[in-house]
T-cell receptor, first 112, second 113 residues
Framework: QKEVEQNSGPLSVPEGAIASLNCTYSDRGSQSFFWYRQYSGKSPELIMF????GDKEDGRFTAQLNKASQYVSLLIRDSQPSDSATYLC????????????FGGGTRLMVKP | DVKVTQSSRYLVKRTGEKVFLECVQD?????MFWYRQDPGLGLRLIYFSYDVKMKEKGDIPEGYSVSREKKERFSLILESASTNQTSMYLC????????????FGQGTRLTVV
């Protein structure tokens, strides 16, 4: 069984700080890695995806991937109260039959 | 605009009833997924399909079945609903290319009494 692990939190950071969210996965065949944000009572929405080792930046968000360590992270710079949500890590393989597997999510709280 | 539509936002069913949850996407996506989401457990995959009439079991298929007769529609069936199937059910779809995101429907909150 493929596993994706996240610390459930809550992770509490002050407004303006950097929030660091971490995710580990068990399947070395995983090829694509996604970060979703989910507000309470809403469906998940994609923030970023990454599939090459290293960093990928998009505005205040940076995704980091280390396939050797089976580790993916999301950094949120200049955190805002509106970033308060649950962040879900998801992984999938590269074949048609590879499912998209989610971690349990990390709840982030950004305090004004 | 991308759209995944689930047939109901809220459902209340009785124990033992057969329940159908419908999901339709208008993006010509090959992949479609059914997840359930429970507090503290995250999203758990029930079934997914990567083509018409193709289905694969996810992590928790027991008590569920699925049907995909057309590319745009993926149905989740609870053969005999039980109270432990009370949950939020989320449908998603995606292309098969590496990096393509999954788009989610609005969710169906099912209560089995």
């Amino acid at each position: 069984q493929k596993e994706v692990e996240q610390n459930s939190g809550p992770l509490s950071v002050p407004e303006g700080a950097i929030a660091s969210l971490n995710c580990t996965y068990s399947d070395r065949g995983s090829q694509s890695f996604f970060w979703y944000r989910q507000y309470s009572g809403k469906s998940p929405e994609l923030i970023m995806f990454i599939y090459s080792n290293g960093d990928k930046e998009d505005g205040r968000f940076t995704a980091q991937l280390n396939k050797a360590s089976q580790y993916v992270s999301l950094l949120i710079r200049d955190s805002q109260p509106s970033d308060s949500a649950t962040y879900l890590c998801a992984v999938r393989g590269d074949n048609a039959g590879n499912m998209l597997t989610f971690g349990g999510g990390t709840r982030l709280m950004v305090k004004p | 605009d991308v759209k995944v539509t689930q047939s109901s936002r809220y459902l209340v069913k009785r124990t033992g009833e057969k329940v159908f949850l419908e999901c339709v996407q208008d993006m010509d996506h090959e992949n479609m997924f059914w997840y359930r989401q429970d507090p503290g457990l995250g999203l758990r995959l029930i079934y997914f399909s990567y083509d018409v009439k193709m289905k694969e079991k996810g992590d928790i298929p027991e008590g569920y079945s699925v049907s995909r007769e057309k590319k745009e529609r993926f149905s989740l069936i609870l053969e005999s609903a039980s109270t432990n199937q009370t949950s939020m059910y989320l449908c998603a779809s995606s292309l098969q290319r590496t990096g393509d995101e999954a788009f989610f429907g609005q969710g169906t909150r099912l209560t089995v009494v």
